[in-house]
């Protein structure tokens, strides 16, 4: 997608060699007319699933997720990171190393959102190794629902998360899919 691999180039951060830093206009501060065209992409590209449900990880994959939602018209569902005094009884969770924080979380999804049968797109900002994808495909698997695909804005092609998650299967759309970074340059695929 032109539009972003322009965004990372202008406003991106390189701050490590594993780690790009777009609190510009996804991780912090929201470029919506960007999310918008994010939105819409997405639902392109999965315009040949029949999804019921959107699923995503709070907090940086709720806004591209809300916005393919509104394309499609249909629920947007966000993860939990922290427990919370309203999110209680019947919860779906996984457990997930979270690669820029290098901490363990466990997510959870209350029952109430995610039924069998549900056809579910799940949607993230980075795809790194795979953790934060893995743990919500197994809260759909929990639901007893089916991932019809993985939506990912940024795919840092170089780790392993994508190519994993292809080898079994999954369906992964990545809207920029970044081969290499370093501070003077990123190369797209
Ligand atoms: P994974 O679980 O695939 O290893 O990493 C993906 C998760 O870690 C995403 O939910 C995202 O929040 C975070 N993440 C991974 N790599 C990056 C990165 O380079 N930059 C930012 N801002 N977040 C990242």
Not at 12 to 23: E, F
Not at 108 to 135: C, K, M, P, T, W
């Amino acid at each position: 997608m032109q539009l972003l691999q322009d965004k990372i180039r202008d406003f991106g951060n390189v701050l490590s060699p594993t780690v790009l830093k777009v609190d510009a206009f996804l991780n912090h501060q929201i470029d919506a007319a960007l999310m918008k065209a994010v939105g819409e992409e997405f639902a392109e590209r999965f315009k040949d699933v029949q999804a019921t449900k959107i699923l995503t990880l709070e907090s940086s994959g709720i806004a591209p997720a809300t916005m393919l939602g509104l394309v499609l018209g249909l629920p947007v569902i966000f993860a939990r990171k922290r427990k919370s005094l309203t999110l209680s009884g019947n919860l779906l969770s996984a457990t997930v190393h979270s690669f820029t924080k290098n901490v363990t979380s466990e997510i959870s999804v209350s029952r109430d959102f995610l039924q069998a049968g549900d056809q579910v797109i799940i949607i993230d900002d980075f795809l790194a190794n795979g953790e934060a994808v893995r743990g919500l495909l197994s809260v759909v698997a929990q639901a007893e629902a089916t991932a019809v695909g993985v939506g990912i804005v940024i795919e840092k092609g170089f780790q392993h998360g994508g190519k994993e998650l292809r080898d079994n299967g999954v369906r992964v759309e990545s809207l920029a899919i970044i081969d290499s970074m370093d501070t003077d340059h990123i190369r797209f695929r």
